[in-house]
């Protein structure tokens, strides 16, 4: 693993590259609103990522790097995360983005602008807790390429509903996504298998 510090519009953000000796894709992840990429969920997706051939990036937001931990408004953290994307130094890989909770959000806003082949959601806030009419399923509506989401059962931000292109893995526990790494795990090597067929074949 290897860190690099990636200039964007709103400060450096600091990527952390898990290489691979011959990647058949990347993946690229971003953290919770106030969590880093340390988090349990993150660490998981990476091996099983590894496991399928990917490479990944962990990417720290630059007001994380900044050291504060209010996030960004959501127009800094998509173009900094584009900017992000845009300098990953695996061009012409499907590239795989996606994170947990806040992180998730920004993948799927962005998807097009960073020409994602899919996007993995780990606990997606699908809305505030106790707030069910302050949904925010039109982030993943709006998503047209595949989506794996894995979501804890008992989340209070919500169970996003499955769709056509859009899978969701419930695992036990909450939004930390604690109970079910095994599962996790499982969902995301499967799927991942999946996202590089369908790159192969288009």
């Known amino acids: 693993m ?10 450096p953000a600091r990527v952390h590259l898990h290489e691979a000796a011959d990647p058949r894709g990347a ?3 971003g953290h919770g609103a106030g969590g880093g990429v340390g988090a349990p969920d993150l660490v998981a997706a990476t091996r099983a990522a590894q496991a399928e051939g990917f490479a990944v990036a962990l990417v720290e937001q630059p007001y994380r790097v900044a050291g504060r931990r209010s996030p960004a408004p959501a127009h800094q953290l998509d173009a900094a995360w584009v900017a992000v994307c845009e300098q990953l130094p695996w061009p012409g890989l499907p590239l795989v983005a996606g ?3 806040a992180g998730a959000r920004v993948a799927c806003r962005t998807a097009a602008a960073t020409g994602a082949a899919a996007v993995l959601c780990l606990a997606f806030p699908l809305h505030p807790p106790g707030r069910p009419d302050k949904t925010r399923l039109p982030e993943l509506e709006a998503v047209d390429v595949p989506v794996l ?3 804890g059962q008992s989340d209070p931000f919500g169970m996003p509903p499955a769709a056509p292109g859009r899978d969701v ?3 036990p526990g909450n939004h930390g996504l604690r109970g079910g790494r095994d599962v ?6 499967d799927w991942l298998a999946g996202v590089l067929e369908a790159s192969s074949v288009r």
């Open 2 to 11: 290897s860190e690099r510090q990636l200039d964007t519009p709103h400060g």
């Open 99 to 101: 994170g947990r909770s």
């Open 184 to 189: 996790l795990s499982a969902a995301v090597r």
């Open 27 to 29: 993946l690229v992840l």
């Open 149 to 151: 989401i894995v979501q």
């Open 169 to 171: 893995v419930s695992v």
